[in-house]
């Protein structure tokens, strides 16, 4: 399976359409699952968005906390099967924390989405617990299970993938939108990396043009963001996982050019 970092804006779709293609064949995938909560002009996600990342050949597109920042959101939440929100807000939210993926030939796929709560605004329930009953729930369903761990702290995330290490095939951070190099899979099977990085414009800080946020930093006065342009990566990570058992064989990061702007 691939599993990609929150892509930003219209340069991380482009990346999906232009790159996730020949990534499918080239690393022989069965499954990708994106993060999408940036897609949407850096800012949540519109159901015009999905369909261009699903069209791009993602299976399904997981969330965060700026899930609620484009209103349209809600299509999403109440009819769209293969998108996951953090599985920790209260329980009448409308959409779903956690889907179960069934792909011809393959077991199925349980994907859950969570959402931390150190150095994070909201007041979400505790995801440990959210993410420790849905496991439960799923385990006898789906005997490969992935969760997406949209989270600050690496700490809360180590602590997540710990918990759960036996219990599912692969945790992975996303939120920081900075790749991690601390991939592992722990003992008891479960691949785990900090962070996925983001899909979208390196050129830049974590996908927005840098001046303005410099300024912002300086002067503490509020300052538009808009979506940077250059360098263009796709970032993410593949896990290999042993369909019978669930346990993880190998992960590996990814980072992919954009081929137009390789050159800088
Ligand atoms: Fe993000
Ligand atoms: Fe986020």
């Known amino acids: 399976m691939l599993f990609i970092g929150d892509i930003v804006g219209a340069p991380g779709r482009e990346a999906l359409h232009w790159l996730l293609p020949g990534l ?10 994106a993060n999408g909560e940036n897609a949407a002009d850096g800012r949540g996600i519109t159901p015009e968005n999905a369909a261009e ?30 998108f996951v929100r953090p599985i920790n807000y209260p329980a009448d939210t409308p959409g779903q924390g956690s889907v179960v993926l069934e792909l011809d030939g393959l077991p199925p796929i349980g994907i859950i989405n969570a959402q931390g709560r150190v150095f994070m605004r909201g007041e979400l329930d505790n995801p440990f617990h959210a993410v420790a009953d849905e496991v439960k729930r799923l385990g006898p369903r789906a005997p490969v299970i992935f969760l997406d761990f949209h989270a600050e702290a690496t700490s809360e995330k180590i602590a997540m993938a710990r918990m759960l290490d036996g ?5 992975v951070g996303t939120h920081t939108h900075v790749q991690t190099a601390d991939e592992i899979i722990f003992p008891g099977g479960t691949a785990f990396l ?19 946020v410099v300024q912002k930093f300086l002067t503490s006065q509020p300052h538009r963001f808009p979506v940077a342009k250059n360098r263009v990566l796709l970032q993410g990570v ?22 137009a702007f390789k050159e800088g």
């Open 238 to 259: 593949q896990i290999e996982i042993d369909g019978a058992t669930g346990k993880a064989l190998s992960i590996a990061r990814v980072s992919e050019a954009l081929p």
């Open 167 to 171: 219990q599912v095939s692969a945790v």
């Open 194 to 212: 900090c962070d996925a990085g983001f899909t979208g414009p390196h050129d830049s800080v974590i996908g927005r043009d840098w001046e303005p």
């Open 53 to 82: 990342i699903f069209s791009a050949g993602v299976d399904v597109i997981t969330c965060g906390d700026h899930l609620w920042d484009q209103k349209e959101v809600i299509e999403l939440l109440d009819g769209e099967q293969r």
């Open 24 to 33: 499918r064949k080239e690393l022989g995938l069965d499954v990708v699952i």
